[in-house]
T-cell receptor, first 117, second 113 residues
Framework: AQTVTQSQPEMSVQEAETVTLSCTYD???????LFWYKQPPSRQMILVIR??????QNATENRFSVNFQKAAKSFSLKISDSQLGDTAMYFC??????????????FGQGTILTVHP | DADVTQTPRNRITKTGKRIMLECSQT?????MYWYRQDPGLGLQLIYY???????NKGEISDGYSVSRQAQAKFSLSLESAIPNQTALYFC????????????FGDGTRLSIL
């Protein structure tokens, strides 16, 4: 079974600075998808960014980018120019791509990020 | 209007009561999911449905049941609520296709006394 580990329960950063959230996963699959979701205090679950394992190029979405290291099974999220609105819980999630996969997402435990003014 | 709507937003009830949480979507997605979120555990899958006639158990289905009344509606029931079912519950949808992400509702916070 796949597992997803976020080893940083809490992180903090000053506004306008850069922060990196860590995520590692364990799988025997060669093709899969990885996601970062954001959960602000309003408790919505918002998709931030996704990465397909067969693509070597790291995904980027505006101020959000990932560092995908397939051999190391690592998928970190970098937030540049942090804003107060980035304060949220961030979840890393994994989804199989092959076989009889039913699209199940396996989530990490989450990292609480606080952006300070 | 939200694409994935969950009702109620909050609910407080007593042990032993039957509870139904409802989810409707306007995204036209075939796949729907119910998750439970507990502090420190991320989200865990309760049930999932690929179409109206296809319903499957997830990781933690004991004590829960679901009904897929239509493509757009997927409800979760707690037949006899117990305090350790106190949690935040999320409904999610996705289009068919393995690369498709899941889109979540705003959650239902359920407290069982």
């Amino acid at each position: 079974a796949q597992t997803v580990t976020q080893s940083q329960p809490e992180m903090s950063v000053q506004e306008a600075e850069t922060v990196t959230l860590s995520c590692t996963y364990d799988t025997s699959e060669s093709n899969y998808y990885l996601f970062w979701y954001k959960q602000p205090p309003s408790r919505q679950m918002i998709l931030v960014i996704r990465q397909e394992a067969y693509k070597q190029q790291n995904a980027t979405e505006n101020r959000f980018s990932v560092n995908f290291q397939k051999a190391a099974k690592s998928f970190s999220l970098k937030i540049s120019d942090s804003q107060l609105g980035d304060t949220a819980m961030y979840f890393c999630a994994f989804k199989e791509a092959g076989g009889t996969s039913y699209g199940k997402l396996t989530f990490g435990q989450g990292t609480i990020l606080t952006v300070h003014p | 209007d939200a694409d994935v709507t969950q009702t109620p937003r909050n609910r407080i009830t007593k042990t032993g009561k039957r509870i139904m949480l409802e989810c409707s979507q306007t995204k036209g997605h075939d796949r729907m999911y119910w998750y439970r979120q507990d502090p420190g555990l991320g989200l865990q899958l309760i049930y999932y449905s690929f179409d109206v006639k296809d319903i499957n158990k997830g990781e933690i289905s004991d004590g829960y049941s679901v009904s897929r009344q239509a493509q757009a509606k997927f409800s979760l029931s707690l037949e006899s609520a117990i305090p350790n079912q106190t949690a935040l519950y999320f409904c999610a949808t996705s289009a068919s296709g393995k690369s498709q992400p899941q889109h979540f509702g705003d959650g239902t916070r359920l407290s069982i006394l």
